[in-house]
């Protein structure tokens, strides 16, 4: 089993940064890779960023040259670093950490860009 829980979220004006944080604890030796996803009202929830146990990184077109993840594996913590927000990144963001049979969620935190 693998507990996540995100934290960082809020509100921001436009242009605004915010970093997000996911902290796994549990079985995580067996993770290979860990994705923030979002999902905003009345829409599915969408892939923004991956990171794989090798430190390679995928995002989506979308968020290319805003956002950055990353992790501290010693701190077994993810990271998605968002700058340059819009109004249409306000969503909640949910990160996932994968294993080979099982995909554990975290709860979500509510990112809202609005001035």
């Known amino acids: 089993q693998v507990q996540l829980v995100e934290s960082g979220g809020g509100l921001v004006q436009p242009g ?26 009345g829409k599915q929830r969408d892939l923004v960023a991956t990171i794989t146990t090798s430190g390679n990184t995928y995002y989506v077109d979308s968020v290319k040259g805003r956002f950055t993840i990353s992790r501290d594996s010693a701190k077994n913590t993810m990271y998605l670093q968002m700058n340059g ?21 975290g709860q979500g935190t509510q990112v809202t860009v609005s001035s």
């Open 16 to 41: 605004g940064s915010l970093r997000l944080s996911c902290a796994a604890s549990g079985s995580t030796f067996s993770i290979y890779a860990m994705d923030w996803y979002r999902q905003a009202p």
């Open 85 to 105: 927000l819009k109004p249409e990144d306000t969503a909640v963001y949910y990160c996932n950490a994968r294993q080979a049979l099982q995909t554990y969620w």
